[in-house]
DNA sequence: TATTTAATTGCAACTTACTTGCATTATGAA
DNA sequence: TTCATAATGCAAGTAAGTTGCAATTAAATA
């Protein structure tokens, strides 16, 4: 069981917010995910989020709601390299990095990031709007115990 | 015009040489990637590498054979985050990562890597396997000048 | 060189994550 | 309450990539 974050409620509550002064609409879907996404440990893939929602309506919603969320700066989409993104809440907070189970996908927070330099010397070479993406992968202590194939490496 | 490499000749050979070593077989598809990948600036999509090529048989035969390329480490896939693998010919060298364009897609390479000690962290965490993915993203220069829906921004 | 084995190919069908069009519903501003 | 328009649900569509299988062919071996 995931531990829910402290201040999930105003953290819930200001995310409601900022969708009202962007212009968008506050429904039963968006308040379900955003209820998930600001009490739980993430990320999630858009099929988690609709799996484990009641009132999260369609899967379609999930989609158009998550996207819309991003384009907000509410939620971080991230790409694990294995064919679905996944969603963390993320307003206006320092972005920070993964490591990942290849086996189980469960994550590890690591709150700070090396690429800073890389940006300003990719800044200097003339890009921008600069970005990056980066995560760690590995083999959670469990997973290694586990057959290869339930362990997916 | 990409420059294409030096040495790509014994390049090519090597690679073909690490086919064989590996109970893989030279075909005429798997020749022309090859002679692709070593000789010009990539990385490059499947399709890419389908369209270039003359004798690259069928895509599915691309898909395959750059499968079997990744698993005998011959090339390295890379993943921009736009829908499409890519690959690009790396036998045995150091990994390295790159500066792409949000615009254009090209490529600058960067030669060296700032996650290592990331790595060891994981390492030290418990993880096993560990490996890690980093992209710098933004808009080159050119691209800054065009108009934005040309450059995918 | 001829034989044999198993890797590779091509084709078509399939999967999966995600997107789009559109008619309907419902939020929230006026 | 009215009303403009944002969001939703459903169905259909994309697009990258995978898989099954029969036919082909590389290359090991006789
Ligand atoms: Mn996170
Ligand atoms: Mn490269
Ligand atoms: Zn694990
Ligand atoms: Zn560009």
């Known amino acids: 069981m995931p531990r829910s974050y402290p201040q999930a409620k105003s953290r819930l509550e200001a995310a409601l917010q900022a969708l009202r002064e962007n212009h968008s609409r506050v429904t039963a879907p968006r308040r379900a995910i955003l209820k998930l996404l600001t009490h739980e440990h993430g990320p999630f893939t858009v099929e988690e989020v609709h799996r484990r929602i009641k009132n999260a309506g369609d899967v ?45 996908r469960s994550v590890k927070t690591l709150d700070f990031c090396v690429a800073d330099g890389l940006e300003r010397m990719a800044r200097q070479l003339g890009y921008a709007n600069v970005s990056h993406a980066l995560e760690i992968f590995g083999l959670c202590r469990r997973c290694q115990k586990k057959p290869l194939e339930m362990a997916g490496a």
């Open 60 to 104: 379609v919603t999930v989609y158009r709601s998550l996207a819309a969320m991003e384009e907000i700066r509410l939620v971080r989409r991230c790409d694990f390299g294995d064919g679905a993104y996944r969603y963390e809440f993320n307003m206006g907070e320092h972005h920070h990095h993964h490591i990942v189970c290849r086996g189980c």
